[in-house]
């Protein structure tokens, strides 16, 4: 059975389309405006060992959180679409993703359920990733995706001080 999706989003602020294979290799193909964003998603992609390609163009003259958000929603539809009834998988996991001195905790329960709850240290919350990235948008994408994969996630930043390396455990773990 293909555990695959493809997904088109179009909103008047946003375009995605996205190409999804859980039992792929990690192969990713991504171009979005949001730099940070491609690059967290050829992570998630190598780390969850699923291959993914992503087109998005956004209104990133105004922000990059419709982008971010959108790319979000239509990454966990294929989600969705892609594990079909889910069955034969495991229903929980949990894993823990460093980067130098950042550490985050992921736990996922996919529930068919949507819930997530993103906690990101007050000291850091609002730190741009890049000039162009507010960390608080990793939150946006991760409930966006959580809603429409129905799964429950808790995503949890233990520590961090650089912002780039807070996002990208975040990511990790997640995708772990």
Known sequence: MSRTAEVRRTTKETSVALALDLD?????????PVGFLSHMLETVAKHARFDLAVEAAGDVHVDAHHTVEDVGLALGEALDRALG???GIARFGHAF????EALAR?????????Y?????PREIALAFV?????LTLVGEFWRALATRA??????DLERAVDPHHAAEACFKAAAL
């Not at 997530?116 to 990101?120: F, I, N």
């Not at 129905?150 to 995503?155: G, M, Q, V």
């Open 24 to 32: 792929g290799t990690g192969e990713a193909r991504v171009a979005t």
């Open 85 to 87: 009834d889910r069955a």
């Open 97 to 100: 993703a460093p980067l130098d």
């Open 106 to 114: 992921a736990v996922v329960d996919v529930s068919g359920r949507p």
């Open 116 to 120: 997530a709850r993103v906690e990101l």
């Open 130 to 134: 890049t000039p162009q990235l507010p």
């Open 150 to 155: 129905r799964l429950t996630l808790h995503l």
